[in-house]
C-alpha cells in the first residue's frame, strides 16, 4: 500500500512539474539534499520530483568512504543508482560528493588514497549515468583535514588534499574520460593560524598552496576539471552582494578575486586557472523560525549565525543567483539545504521547515530559479542570448481552410514572442499575435478564426529574449495555398 501511495504521488506531481532547461550561459541551480539518498526507488522518484517542482535542476548527494574500501556496498550503490534513474527522468542533474566522513580518517598515505580513489571510480563504473564528481569536502578546514600545517608550522593540507585529487581524477577519467571531476569544495574562510584553537587554511591561502604544490609535481594534466566552492557570506544577515576586497575571504561577490587567485596559482600549466569553471557547491542562508513551528527544532541557535526573516532569505537567494548568473565562469549555484536541519546548531537555510511544509520564501525562491533558467533574473552587461524553438509546429493547410490558424512551440529560454501568417507573395501580415512565454513552456499561439482571401500564404514567428536580448530568431513555415 505504502508503495502505490507513494507512486500517486509521483505521478501526480511529475505532472504538475515544469518542463525542464538549463540556464541560458549554463548556470546550473540545484540544491545539496541527501534526502533524495533512499534504498527504494519509488521513494527516490518522490523526492527527486518534490525538488523539481520547487524550482531545483541539479541536486548533490553524498557517498562517505572509509579507510578500507576500494568500492561502495551494493546498498549504497543500489542507493546511487536510485538517485540516478529518479534524476534522470526528471531532468535533474546529480553531483556525487565523494569524502571522508571526517578528519580522523583522512586519506594521508598513498595507500588511502588509492582506495578512495578506486572508490569514486567504482561509482562511475557501477552507475555510468553520474558523471559528475565532487572529490572531498573543505579540505581547508581541520574538522575535515587533519594536519593543516606541519610541525614547524608550514602549510600541510593544500599539497595533501593536491595528491588525493589527482590520484582520484586519473581513476575517474580511467573509467571514463566524459566524467567530471570538480575539485576544492573549499570553504570560504579560514584562520591561516598553525598555532591557533582551530587551525584552518582561508580559501585564498589553500588557493596559491594548491597551485604550488601542483607546480612542483611537474605534472602534464590538470587535476580537476572545475573548482567547488562553499561562498557562504560571513554570517547569514550579510547580503550576498557584500565583497571583501581585502582580507582572505572568498564568497559570492568576491568573483574577480577568486578568478585572480585561481589565474596565479595555475595560469601556464596543465591546469586551467583563471578560464577553470567554478560551481558554487553549497550557498544557505538561515531563517528565523516561528513560533508555530519551534516544536520542531531542538537546540539553541549560535549567536553567530544572526539568521533572517523568510522574506529577507527569498530575497538573498534571489539575489545571490543573479551575482552568479553574470559570472562567465560559473556553472552551477547549489543552495544548502531544501529542507531545514532539527538542530538548531545546524543549519535552517533550507525553503521548507524540517516537517517538509513550505516557508513563505519558497515561492520568491522558485521564481528566482525558474527566471535564472529561463535566463531572465538579472540583466548582464554584454550577455546576448539567443533563443531557439525547442519544439515547433505550424497549422496545417487544412485547419487554415478552415479558418483555423496557429502555431505551437516551445523556446529554449524566456521569450518574447511573435507569431505571424503572411501573404507569401506580398509578405504583407494578414494575422499576427504576440506574448511571452517561460523556458519550455508550451505556446499555442492562436491567430484566427478568420476567412482569408484565396492566395499564397506562410506562417512565421519570432523569438527574442526579453531581458539579454540577442538577435531574432526567425523561423518560416512552408508556403501554402488557400483554398
Request: charge should be positive.
Amino acid at each position: 500500500m505504502r508503495s502505490r501511495l507513494l507512486l500517486g504521488v509521483v505521478v501526480l506531481v511529475a505532472l504538475a512539474a515544469p518542463s525542464v532547461a538549463t540556464a541560458g550561459p549554463g548556470l546550473v541551480v540545484g540544491v545539496v539534499e541527501d534526502h533524495v539518498r533512499a534504498a527504494s526507488a519509488v521513494e527516490a522518484e518522490a523526492r527527486m520530483t518534490s525538488l523539481r517542482v520547487a524550482g531545483f535542476r541539479a541536486v548533490r548527494v553524498t557517498s562517505f568512504w572509509l579507510p578500507g574500501r576500494t568500492a561502495p556496498s551494493d546498498e549504497e550503490l543500489t542507493v546511487l543508482r536510485n538517485v540516478s534513474d529518479a534524476s534522470r527522468r526528471n531532468g535533474m542533474r546529480v553531483y556525487v560528493t565523494v569524502m571522508h566522513p571526517g578528519s580522523r580518517t583522512t586519506p594521508l598515505t598513498d595507500e588511502a588514497r588509492g582506495e578512495f580513489a578506486a572508490y569514486a571510480a567504482a561509482i562511475a563504473r557501477e552507475a555510468p549515468a553520474l558523471d559528475h564528481f565532487i572529490v572531498g569536502n573543505e579540505p581547508n578546514l581541520n574538522r575535515f583535514w587533519l594536519p593543516q600545517f606541519e610541525l614547524d608550522g608550514s602549510s600541510a593540507s593544500p599539497s595533501a588534499y593536491l595528491a588525493l585529487l589527482a590520484r582520484t581524477y586519473d581513476a575517474l577519467k580511467a573509467v571514463d574520460p566524459g566524467v567530471r571531476v570538480h575539485g576544492g569544495a573549499v570553504s570560504p574562510r579560514g584562520t591561516d593560524r598553525p598555532n591557533g584553537i582551530r587551525p584552518t587554511h582561508s580559501p585564498t591561502t589553500f588557493i596559491r598552496g594548491l597551485g604550488a604544490a601542483y607546480r612542483a609535481t611537474a605534472r602534464s594534466r590538470p587535476v580537476m576539471d572545475a573548482l567547488a566552492i562553499h561562498p557562504y557570506m560571513d554570517n547569514s544577515s550579510q547580503p550576498p552582494a557584500t565583497a571583501h576586497p581585502v582580507g582572505t575571504n572568498v564568497t559570492i561577490a568576491d568573483y574577480g578575486k577568486l578568478v585572480a587567485l585561481l589565474g596565479e596559482a595555475f595560469d601556464g600549466t596543465a591546469q586551467p586557472g583563471s578560464k577553470l569553471p567554478l560551481l558554487y557547491a553549497e550557498f544557505g542562508v538561515e531563517s528565523d523560525i516561528p513560533a508555530s513551528k519551534a516544536a520542531l527544532y531542538t537546540g539553541t541557535e549560535p549567536t553567530t549565525t544572526r539568521p533572517v526573516s523568510e522574506e529577507t532569505q527569498g530575497l538573498y537567494y534571489e539575489q545571490a543567483l543573479a551575482l552568479a548568473y553574470c559570472q562567465p565562469t560559473v556553472e552551477g549555484m547549489l543552495i544548502f539545504l531544501s529542507r531545514d536541519e532539527r538542530a538548531r546548531a545546524q543549519w535552517q537555510s533550507g525553503v521548507f521547515y524540517a516537517d517538509g511544509t513550505p516557508k513563505s520564501s519558497l515561492p520568491r525562491v522558485r521564481r528566482a530559479l525558474e527566471r535564472t533558467a529561463g535566463g531572465s533574473v538579472t540583466r548582464c552587461p554584454g550577455l546576448k542570448l539567443p533563443v531557439r524553438a525547442s519544439f515547433l509546429r505550424f497549422g496545417t493547410r487544412s485547419a487554415a481552410r478552415r479558418g483555423n490558424f496557429q502555431a505551437s512551440f516551445r523556446c529554449s529560454l524566456d521569450c518574447r514572442y511573435r507569431a505571424r501568417l503572411e501573404n507569401a507573395v506580398t509578405g504583407s501580415t494578414r494575422l499576427s499575435v504576440r506574448g511571452t512565454a517561460q523556458v519550455g513552456e508550451l505556446v499555442q499561439a492562436k491567430l484566427g478564426p478568420r476567412r482569408l482571401a484565396p492566395g499564397r500564404y506562410r506562417y512565421t514567428i519570432s523569438l527574442v529574449h526579453p531581458v539579454n536580448p540577442a538577435a531574432p530568431t526567425v523561423r518560416v513555415g512552408p508556403i501554402f495555398t488557400l483554398p
